[in-house]
Structures are given as structure tokens and as C-alpha cells.
């Protein structure tokens, strides 16, 4: 029989593989140095660059249903939290490994769940005495008296003419070399207005020398950047079937030229501990990304000083939006006030037209289109179909539709409208030509927005329209860089749509090199998310590997432990003694199988983060502390108070090590601990489901065998 059920083990669990060879792809995108991929379509030889789980499942070509299994898991962490998905394939891959190592040894399908489920639990558990509420993290860090130098900012001067001055110009070059001095904020329309007029923060000085690609505000000589003059919003997304590794260069160097916080401060002091407590939490939840960092603690900035005269919430996510735009240096990255979206040449010509102008608006929670119909809508009964969608361009039904359409507009004086959904091309046309700016594909976060500071009534027809769904207050120009210049890159061109005192803000992401927008753009949502599970939480983690240690501190604890007999609450729940005696037998080498998941994690993040030489340099660094924690006879205040030494798991390599202070690092509760419970349900899944299928002619000596109870036999 023994040898009956090794050979069924040897056969199956081919799940468990493909889970492992699919989570090994994304080994380099755990920690906080990630390295990107290039991920090649062989077919095409397209490529494109990723540096997130989610964008490798998403661009891998899955076809088993493990594969269709991972995607699912992944999507859906990243549907609900938008952080914990490296972590999570991770440790998908990392315990496929283990249980395959445990069903090798024979150990018992049963056992391995009962027990890997029951020390998942424990730990999260055990793990609980590591987490710090929001409120303590705030006082620690702004009472500390060591505050990093990379993360403060200067007073900033705001003038109508700071960058129109020839005299003011160079300073500005002079910025972007050097990361300690403060950019000046771009140029205000009116004096009165320079309050939400001003760019809010440009936080990176890019890569080299950018002062040969920086002109004066007169100068049209030449584009900001040649060869990069296309604008997206977004990238192409293929199946692709395999990858090859990419190394960022100068990790470095990149990290020392990232600088200049410019938040948005209306004469107090830039320091964040005198401002606000939560950019000191965005700069402990960045991990090293300095730049959404920076953007972050600009978006906090605005967002709590509009809620101490307003009294709504300091962080809210729903007023958050970002624009993307191809062709400019990153250090043009910023915050705006407002809309910042996208609009053809065309539209441009009508935003020329109404610049400086106060603007009637209408918004439309629907498409803007004759076919369109509201979710719900009945078709009136007895009625017989002839035509269901005319052409707009034949036939005078399409002619009359387009036109009374635009009557409506004109009639009550509608100069911009925002529309959540399509806009039919050819009203489109005729509004252009009767200057009516209509922009559609805007989220009803916006709409809302909009509405509530113009008065502004939504409407799902246009047919529904009166005077009092007609806002006003609104204005339109062309964007404006932080250095007071109009961009026109091409084929799209940016424009802001902003109103006195909105609450909506515009993150203008920005970079010269097309394979990196999607990726800046994920880094910027992922510790926007991080700060709002924080907050929801309202508490964290210990970051820096602390949680982690505990659990492989913990678990190996209860391996260690001497074999207990079952007891009776152990048979009754297994409902076999059989099953309860194995489970007892084999918990410790299923728990060590469990512990060797964390201890990988930990391993490869010392090996990303440059801080161990070798995947061996790791372990022992990791069962150095593990020893020591032992010793101490308390692991958890052993590793906390190596985490607040700074000496945890720490080298002489890391996101802030240039900065020379020792930075605090902390992590989201939720995120964490449902991360690793996806993982190990979706691997228990995976492993149940191989065990249910056999085959063989050991079919009938299994199902008559005092095992049989593990199988199902289809």
C-alpha cells in the first residue's frame, strides 16, 4: 500500500507545478528593489516592461487552470487592496514547493491541509503583538528628532511672474541639478487665483543633466524632447508567452537625483512635522518610491487643509485621479487642482477660444450617444422594430437627432460638457464647430466632484435638461508645465478644467520613455492604496521583514514542540482517528514546510534589496536573528527592538540608504494577512483538487484501504 500511494503522489499534483514554475517568473519583483521585466511576445517580438504581479499574470499567456486559478487570486488582491500581489505569487510559488516536498515524504493530503491551515492561523495570531495604531505612528514620527533630509522641503515664494522673469529662470535649472533646492511653482493667470491655479509639487529631478532639455517660456524653437512626442494614457496590453529579465541601471544613482518636494503649503512651514502627520506615514508606507511619495504627501497637503475649513475626511482616495503623459521628463510630474485629461487637436481650438473664460457646464452619467438607454429601461410593449440603429450620416432620422441635440446645448448656453460614458462622433463634430467643448470617458468620481462646485445636476439624457441642471464657475485652458509653458506633444493635448475651491486632483504622471508609463502609474496608485488601508485599518504593520521573522520564530516554536497523542477534539474533527493520529504525527514536517515559504520570502528580499550576496548569505542572516530571537526568549520584543534600532534585517544597501537616517518602514495590516491566506487557500485548493482525481490499476486497493477517505473517486 505504501508504495501504491507514493506511485499515485508521483502521477498528480501537476497543479501544484505549474503554480510553482508560473510564481517563479516574479521572484524579482518582491521588496521594495524591484527589478523589472521585459516581457517578449515571440510571435510579434513586441515587448513591453512590468515590475508588479499583476502586470506579469496579466501579460502571461495562461492556459491551464492553475494558471486560470493564479490570475483570479491575483486579480482579485489587487481588485480589493491594489498592494500585497508580489507577496501573494510570492508565496503561492514558495508553498507549491513545500507541499510537494511534504507529499514526497508521504505526509497525508489531510494533514497537510489541517495543519498548514491551523499554523497560518496561529500566526496571524501571534502577530498581532507587531501592529502600531496610526495614532502612535504619528506622534513617534513627529516627535522624533532625527528627520530625514531627502524627505523635507523649503518655503516657497509665490508670485504671478516668478518664471516669466528672464531674471528667475535659471534657478529653475539650477533645481533640477540639484535635489535639495526647491522648484518654483509655475506662473498664476490671475493674482486672485493663485491658490488653485498653482502646480502643487514636481517631485523628481529625472535622470542626468535636464537643464539642455528645459527652455525659457517664450521659446518655441523646439520640443521638449525629440522622438518622444506622442501622448497615452495607457499601454498595450497582449498575451505574451514568455519572459526575459531586465536590471534597472544604477539603482543608485537613480535613488541620490530623486528630490524636490514642493508641497502645497499656502505660507506654513514645508516641513512635514509641522504640517501634517500623514506625509510622515506616505514617506514610512513608500518602501523607496520617492516619487509617488512626494506626489502623495502633496495630494495629503491640499486634502487636510481644505478639511480643517470644510470638516470632511483628510484622506479621500475618490478624489484622487491621474493623468498620463508620454514625452516630458519626469521631473514634470505634479499635482493639479482640478481635471487634467486629454483632448484632441480640435478640441484644443475651442479651449483657445474659452480660456479665461467663466464656463456654463453640464454633466451626463450615460453616454452621449441616440442608441444609449439607461440601466433598466423597458421597451414599451406591442411595438414592432424596424430600424434599430439608423445612420447618423443617411437618413434625416440621424440628421434630427444630432440637431435637436444641439439645440438643447445651445439653447440653454452649455459651453462644456463632462460625459461619463461615449460621445457619438459626429455631435462631437458639430459641437467643435458651434464651440461647445464636450469631453467623455469621465469617471462619476469627477462628476461628482464637478457638481459639487458648480451646482451642476447630473443628467442621463440630454432631453432631461433645464435650467437648474446647468452649472456654472468653470474654466478650461491648456495645461501648463511647472516651468509655465503650453505643451503640445502631438496627436493629444493636455488641458485643465478647474473651478474655485474643488476637492478633485489631478496627479500629471510624466516621463520621456513609453515602456515606463504604465509601471509610474502603478507605483503611484499602490501607495495611494497603502495609505488608505492604513487609514481604514488604523493601525500597521512593522515593516522591514519584522511580521515575517515572527511568523518563522513562531512556527518553528511549535515544531519544535514534542509530539502530543490526539486528543478527542482532534478525532472528532478529522472523524477518523487515523486522521487525527497522522496529523499529529506529521505536524512538524508540514510546519517546517510552512516556515520555509517565510524564510524564502525573506532570503529573496535580502537578495533584491543587494543587502546579502547570495540566497546562503541570506539564510544565515535570517537564522542569525532567528537564533538570537530564541535566545532573547522573547522573539517579539527582540524584533521590536531590533526594528526600532534600525538593525533588522538591515544592510548597507536599501531604498533610504543613501539618505544616511535610519527610516522607519511599515506595511498594511489587512493587505498582508489576506495576502498570505489567498496564497495558502488557493495552493490547498490546487493540492485537494490533483489528490480527488485518480487512476491506476491501484484504483480498487485505494478506495478499499483505511486511507480512502482522502480520495474521491469520480
Given at each position: 500500500l505504501p508504495m501504491a500511494f507514493r506511485d499515485v503522489n508521483a502521477r498528480r499534483h501537476i497543479g501544484l507545478q505549474q503554480l510553482s514554475s508560473l510564481a517563479l517568473a516574479g521572484r524579482t519583483l518582491l521588496g521594495p528593489m524591484k527589478s523589472c521585466k521585459f516581457i517578449v511576445d515571440e510571435s510579434t517580438n513586441q515587448s513591453t516592461l512590468i515590475c508588479s504581479a499583476v502586470r506579469l499574470i496579466e501579460s502571461l499567456d495562461l492556459s491551464s487552470a492553475a494558471g486560470q486559478l493564479l490570475n483570479e487570486t491575483i486579480q482579485a488582491q489587487n481588485k480589493e487592496f491594489k498592494t500585497g500581489m508580489s507577496t501573494l505569487l510570492f508565496l503561492i510559488g514558495a508553498w507549491s514547493n513545500a507541499i510537494l516536498e511534504c507529499l514526497q515524504q508521504n505526509v497525508p493530503v489531510s494533514a497537510i491541509v489541517s495543519v498548514m491551515s491551523e499554523g497560518l492561523n496561529s500566526c496571524c495570531e501571534r502577530v498581532q503583538c507587531l501592529q502600531i495604531s496610526i495614532h502612535d505612528v504619528n506622534k513617534e514620527l513627529c516627535s522624533s528628532s532625527v528627520r530625514p533630509n531627502a524627505f523635507k522641503s523649503k518655503t516657497c515664494q509665490i508670485g504671478p511672474d516668478s518664471l516669466l522673469n528672464p531674471q528667475n529662470f535659471p534657478y529653475f535649472q539650477k533645481d533640477i541639478l540639484a535635489p535639495e533646492e526647491v522648484i518654483p511653482i509655475n506662473s498664476c493667470s490671475h493674482q486672485d487665483d493663485c491658490n488653485f491655479n498653482k502646480c502643487l509639487v514636481s517631485p523628481l529631478a529625472g535622470f542626468g543633466s535636464i537643464a539642455s532639455l528645459v527652455k525659457p517660456a517664450g521659446d518655441k524653437s523646439t520640443s521638449v524632447s525629440s522622438g518622444s512626442s506622442v501622448i497615452t494614457s495607457s499601454c498595450n496590453k497582449q498575451k505574451l508567452t514568455h519572459s526575459r529579465y531586465f536590471s534597472t541601471l544604477g539603482k543608485s544613482h537613480f535613488s541620490?537625483?530623486?528630490?524636490?518636494?514642493?508641497g502645497y503649503l499656502s505660507g506654513q512651514s514645508a516641513d512635514a512635522c509641522e504640517c501634517y502627520g500623514l506625509g510622515h506615514l506616505a514617506v514610512t508606507l513608500s518602501h523607496g518610491n520617492q516619487a509617488s511619495m512626494k506626489l502623495l504627501q502633496s495630494v495629503v497637503a491640499y486634502q487636510q487643509e481644505r478639511a480643517e475649513g470644510s470638516g470632511s475626511s483628510q484622506f479621500n482616495i475618490a478624489e484622487i485621479v491621474t493623468c498620463c503623459l508620454l514625452g516630458l521628463?519626469?521631473?514634470?510630474?505634479?499635482?493639479?487642482?482640478?481635471?487634467?485629461?486629454?483632448?484632441?487637436?480640435e478640441q484644443a481650438t475651442v479651449i483657445k477660444y474659452f480660456e479665461d473664460k467663466p464656463l456654463r457646464i453640464l454633466l451626463m452619467d450615460g453616454d452621449l450617444t441616440e442608441q444609449y438607454r439607461h440601466l433598466g429601461f423597458n421597451r414599451p410593449c406591442n411595438v414592432r422594430t424596424i430600424l434599430e440603429h439608423p445612420s447618423l450620416q443617411e437618413g434625416r432620422a440621424g440628421d434630427l437627432w444630432l440637431s435637436s441635440m444641439l439645440d438643447i446645448l445651445i439653447s440653454f448656453e452649455v459651453n462644456l460638457v463632462l460625459v461619463k460614458g461615449n460621445v457619438c462622433e459626429n455631435l462631437m463634430e458639430r459641437c467643435i464647430a458651434n464651440s461647445i467643448l464636450v469631453i467623455g470617458s469621465v469617471t462619476r468620481?469627477?462628476?461628482?466632484?464637478?457638481?459639487?462646485?458648480?451646482?451642476?445636476?447630473?443628467v442621463t439624457y440630454l432631453t432631461q435638461v433645464n435650467a437648474a441642471c446647468v452649472g456654472s464657475g468653470a474654466q478650461v485652458e491648456l495645461w501648463k508645465a511647472c516651468d509655465g509653458r503650453a505643451m503640445d506633444l502631438g496627436e493629444l493635448v493636455p488641458v485643465r478644467i478647474k473651478v474655485r475651491g474643488i476637492p478633485l486632483l489631478t496627479a500629471v504622471l510624466t516621463t520621456t520613455v513609453p515602456s515606463k508609463m504604465q509601471l509610474i502609474e502603478d507605483r503611484f496608485w499602490t501607495l495611494v492604496y497603502r495609505l488608505h488601508h492604513a487609514l481604514n485599518d488604523e493601525k500597521v504593520f512593522l515593516g522591514g521583514g519584522a511580521v515575517e521573522l515572527l511568523c518563522l520564530s513562531h512556527i518553528q516554536m511549535l515544531a519544535e514542540q514534542p509530539l502530543q497523542p490526539a486528543n478527542k477534539n482532534a478525532v472528532k474533527e478529522f472523524h477518523n482517528p487515523w486522521l487525527a493520529a497522522s496529523a499529529t504525527e506529521y505536524k512538524s514536517v508540514v510546519l517546517q514546510a510552512l516556515a520555509s515559504g517565510w524564510k524564502q520570502y525573506l532570503s529573496v528580499v535580502l537578495c533584491n534589496t543587494a543587502k546579502a550576496a547570495s540566497v546562503l548569505e541570506a539564510c544565515t542572516l535570517v537564522d542569525h536573528h532567528l537564533k538570537k530571537a530564541a535566545d532573547c526568549g522573547s522573539p517579539s520584543a527582540y524584533i521590536l527592538k531590533e526594528f526600532r534600532r534600525g538593525d533588522l534585517l538591515r544592510g548597507g544597501s536599501g531604498p533610504f540608504a543613501d539618505h544616511g537616517d535610519s527610516l522607519k518602514v511599515y506595511d498594511n495590516v489587512t493587505a498582508k494577512t489576506e495576502a498570505w491566506r489567498r496564497a495558502l487557500d488557493l495552493v490547498l485548493l490546487v493540492l485537494q483538487t490533483d489528490a480527488e482525481i485518480t487512476t491506476g490499476p491501484k484504483r480498487n486497493q485505494l478506495l478499499n484501504s483505511h486511507v480512502s477517505s482522502e480520495f474521491m473517486f469520480l
Open positions: 541620490s537625483q530623486q528630490g524636490n518636494f514642493q521628463p519626469e521631473s514634470y510630474s505634479c499635482v493639479f487642482p482640478g481635471l487634467v485629461t486629454l483632448v484632441s487637436p468620481d469627477v462628476l461628482r466632484a464637478f457638481g459639487e462646485v458648480t451646482s451642476a445636476q447630473p
